[in-house]
């Protein structure tokens, strides 16, 4: 029997990135201040208008085209009793957003339950576009990407990120101290999303990351194994949407 065919809900997710995607660069333009609303539950997550209007936007466009869908947002929480379930980071990377560095992105994933669907990650700023639908491969601007392939040890490119709370922070500063010493290089780009489009793309090998929220990665997660790659957890079992350390990888990759 043929799969089903997500790609429909990948064109949705990826038409409300766009229209995200204009918001955020009105925002982008304006002096910081303007927009910053301040920190939430932890001071080193922002929140600005631009994410609660962005988020806005995708639930009223999704809601119109998709009816019936429920959504989990960053901003906005858990609404509807659907078990399709969009998931929303509005602005995923905000202090790079609020401090003009260009490296932030939309980020829309759809599942039914832990199984990945369809999902968009859109970063204005550069105008990349990373698409996927299950079954059907991952896109940046259209074109087929892959993850990178096998390499030595010492020439992977291995990323990771800084969580917002300082005791997670200690996980990474070990993690980073010990990979940067056997890999070629570890970049911290400060966007989740964007980092496991990067490895969907095979500009990196993997991303660990070892407290991640569904908003972060939904999106991320499907076009790394839709590029070819693999999910794992920081152990090395088996990773589903829900688990908090996540690594994405081109297969190649253990801690
Ligand atoms: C954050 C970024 C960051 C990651 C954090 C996330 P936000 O998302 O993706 O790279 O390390 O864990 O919370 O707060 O900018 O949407």
């Known amino acids: 029997m043929p799969s089903p065919d997500y790609s429909s809900y990948s064109k949705l997710a990826v038409e409300a990135a766009k229209s995200a995607g204009k918001i955020a ?26 994410d609660r209007e ?21 901003e906005g929480g858990h609404t509807g009793s659907s078990e399709l379930l969009w998931i929303i980071d509005p602005i995923d990377g905000t202090t790079n957003f609020a401090n003009k560095v260009p490296l932030f992105a939309i980020s829309i994933g759809l599942a039914a339950g832990t199984d990945l669907l369809a999902g968009a990650v859109f970063n204005p700023a550069t105008g990349e576009l990373f698409s996927a639908s299950k079954g059907k491969g991952a896109l940046l601007n259209g074109k087929q990407i892959k993850v990178a392939p096998k390499c030595g040890e010492g020439e992977m490119i291995v990323a990771s990120d800084w969580p917002h709370e300082f005791p997670s922070r200690k996980i990474v500063s070990d993690f980073i101290a ?6 070629r290089y570890v970049p911290v780009l400060g966007t989740a999303a964007l980092s496991l ?13 070892p407290t ?11 076009l790394i194994t839709e590029a070819g ?8 079992s088996a990773w589903k949407l829900g688990n908090a350390d996540t690594i994405g990888s081109n297969g190649y990759f253990k801690v």
Not at 197 to 209: E, M, P, S
Not at 229 to 236: A, E
Request: positive net charge; aromatic residues 12%; glycine residues 8%.
């Open 54 to 74: 962005c988020e806005q936007c995708i639930r009223d466009y999704l809601s119109k085209k998709a009816p019936g869908t429920s959504f989990l947002g960053e």
């Open 178 to 183: 010990k990979q940067s010493q056997k890999r």
């Open 229 to 236: 790659g693999r999910m794992t957890r920081w152990d090395n």
């Open 25 to 50: 660069m009105e925002y982008y333009e304006k002096p910081a201040s303007s927009f910053l609303i301040g920190a939430k539950d932890n001071p080193n997550s922002i929140v600005t208008k631009a």
């Open 212 to 222: 991640l929220h569904e908003w972060d990665l939904a999106a991320g997660a499907l």
């Open 197 to 209: 489009a990067w490895v969907a793309a095979g500009r990196f090998h993997a991303y660990c990351q």
